[in-house]
């Protein structure tokens, strides 16, 4: 699609985002939302030219959601840019940007009187190192799909099992919206971008580039024929921890339920996580094994 024409909306109430969608919506026209935290980067960048590409208008939200942050995480240090945020979306643009408030999310106040759960997907892999992240996740999702009447919401294959989790919660409260997903957007040398990577040394980028090699070369040999799926998985922790990772888990799961794969699984992903010091970083390589 076009860019618009008009400026940018900026609103932070329900009311005024909720009657900017009436009007589109009469007009006939399509609406695509991509929830972000801010602190903007290229990742996002690209799910905002993608989001253009399908819709009519193009909804942005901001919003540094309390609930999906555990005990201990960097909630209060986690970057906020919202006057540089804005110039960006203005340039890409988007039609409108919803930047709500706590109280506005979380009108009972936290911690939260209601939260959605995803059963299932949310107890595995970042799940069981993150408690309660992805309920926040799920609840905040809700929230702004309840909001915002779109009819595309885009996400980010780099958070892969958000991603799913997603799909399983719009799938399940029957959500009238089509969950778009966007391959994982990397800085040279394969690092996948990150509003965190900010908090990277720069020993510790050199050394996150190791992360992204790993899974590169643990899916060439997947691709060449090896499934000893439990020896790859032990060589890839072992690499990233000689690579001065504190691993988290280094796995191969099948979507799209991430359990163990079978041998003859078709459709798997390869996912990594673990800390280079106070920084805690993730990503995967999807592999699609059928004919």
């Known amino acids: 699609m076009a860019l618009s024409d008009q400026p940018m909306v900026v609103v932070s109430s329900i009311g005024m985002i909720r009657e900017s ?25 690209t799910l905002i030219r993608r989001a253009r590409e399908i819709a ?24 906020r840019t919202l006057e540089h945020d804005r110039a960006l979306l203005s340039e890409a643009g988007v039609d409108l940007l919803f930047t709500p408030t706590d109280a506005l999310m979380y009108p009972g106040g936290l911690p939260v009187k209601v939260q959605v759960s995803v059963p299932g997907l949310r107890d595995t892999l970042c799940g069981a190192h993150r408690s309660g992240h992805f309920d926040g996740v799920a609840t905040v999702v809700t929230k702004l799909l309840h909001i915002i009447a779109c009819d595309y919401v885009l996400f ?31 800085e040279k040398g394969g690092l996948a971008l990150s509003s965190r990577n900010a908090y990277l040394s720069a020993s510790q980028r050199r050394d996150a580039l190791m992360m992204s090699r790993i899974l590169h070369e643990t899916a060439g040999k997947i691709l060449s024929g090896e499934r000893d799926y439990p020896s790859l998985s032990r060589n890839g922790d072992h690499r990233l921890r000689d690579a001065g990772f504190d691993v988290d888990y280094f796995t191969i799961r099948q979507l799209d339920d991430f359990g163990l794969p079978e041998s003859d699984a078709s459709r798997i992903a390869i996912l990594a996580a673990g800390w280079l010091g106070k920084t805690r970083l993730i990503d995967n390589s999807i592999l699609s094994l059928g004919e």
């Not at 939302?33 to 960048?45: A, Q, R, S, Y």
């Not at 399940?172 to 919206?177: D, Q």
């Open 156 to 186: 980010g294959e780099k958070d892969l099992q958000q991603l799913y989790i997603i799909r399983r919660l719009v799938d399940e409260l029957l959500f009238p919206v089509e969950v778009i997903s966007v391959p994982t957007c990397r």
């Open 21 to 45: 969608l009436a009007h589109w919506h009469q007009d006939g026209q399509t609406i695509a939302l991509v929830p972000t935290m801010g602190n903007l980067h290229e990742g996002h960048m």
């Open 56 to 79: 009519d208008r193009v909804v942005v939200s901001i919003y540094v959601n309390p609930s999906q942050f555990s005990p201990g995480e960097d909630y209060e240090r986690y970057p």
